[in-house]
């Protein structure tokens, strides 16, 4: 990541765990991946903070259309997380931008949280699984704006 990437990832991550202090927004991300000890080892939290220490967020310019992608399911804190140019979407300081509704590191930490259920087990099928997905992170973490 540049210098730029890296300040907004810092934003979004910041801000992603901060988010996993609300009873909700924990609770969300936990049911949404399956995980049932929320505060221990291989909870939302200590497996988001485990792949920032294993510096496992990586920049792919382009994968497919994504904004984002986890390396596998349920691989907790081996999970690495890439982020594309999508992600980074209103980099340079447009703070204001937005996409989903949600202001810019909003935004971030939304995807953040996505690809983190992904890497605690969680899932979706379909594009309209998908959509539920981001709702309830929508909804529970950032009060549904």
């Given at each position: ?22 009873p ?77 509704s949600?202001?810019?590191a ?6 953040i ?29 950032f009060?549904?704006?």
């Amino acid at each position: 990541m540049d210098e730029d990437q890296w300040k907004n990832f810092l934003k979004g991550y910041n801000l992603a765990l901060s988010k996993l202090d609300d009873p909700n927004c924990l609770g969300a991300i936990s049911e949404l991946a399956g995980v049932l000890d929320r505060d221990g080892p291989k909870g939302a939290k200590a497996v988001l903070q485990g792949i920032r220490q294993r510096n496992s967020f990586v920049y792919v310019p382009v994968i497919r259309g994504a904004i984002a992608q986890a390396s596998g399911t349920g691989l907790g804190i081996n999970t690495t997380i890439r982020l594309t140019d999508r992600f980074f979407l209103g980099e340079l300081g447009m703070s204001n931008l937005s996409r989903d509704s949600l202001p810019y590191a909003e935004s971030l930490a939304s995807t953040i949280l996505h690809e983190l259920v992904h890497g605690l087990g969680g899932g979706h099928a379909n594009d309209e699984e998908h959509k539920r997905m981001n709702d309830r992170i929508h909804t529970d973490c950032f009060g549904g704006h």
